[in-house]
């Protein structure tokens, strides 16, 4: 295999290890998400670039399978990072309703009858 082919494995392994990272992360640093999501981002229009320089006919079907597996694994698991996110934005979307429900019942208490 020639050296594109090689790089181009080397850059889905990390994209796969990158996501997987992610999934397994708790989104309380929203900037981590952010990093995320703009090196990913990068990585996979890298991955773009190289690929369109590999003959993909020379190289031979098992390593092409073989990366092919490797793309749906992505795929299943940006799956899974949507699902996971979804539910983080249900979970901060509650948390904002209940605080906001706390402040509009703390604003109906008058103390100014207190002595």
């Given amino acids: 295999m020639n050296k594109m082919v090689h790089l181009f494995e080397e850059f889905i392994t990390k994209a796969i290890n990158m996501t997987e990272a992610i999934i397994d992360s708790d989104y309380i ?10 090196n990913r981002d990068r990585l996979l229009s890298v991955l773009d670039q190289i690929s369109q320089k590999i003959n993909w006919e020379e190289i031979p079907q098992e390593n092409r399978n073989d990366l092919n597996r490797k793309i749906e694994f992505i795929k299943i ?39």
């Fill in 29 to 38: 640093e929203t900037s981590k998400l952010e990093n995320f999501t703009e």
């Fill in 77 to 115: 698991l940006d799956v899974k990072l949507l699902a996971k996110l979804q539910e983080h934005k249900e979970e901060v979307k509650k948390e904002i309703e209940q605080t906001f429900k706390q402040k509009e019942n703390i604003k109906g208490y008058n103390l100014t009858d207190v002595k």
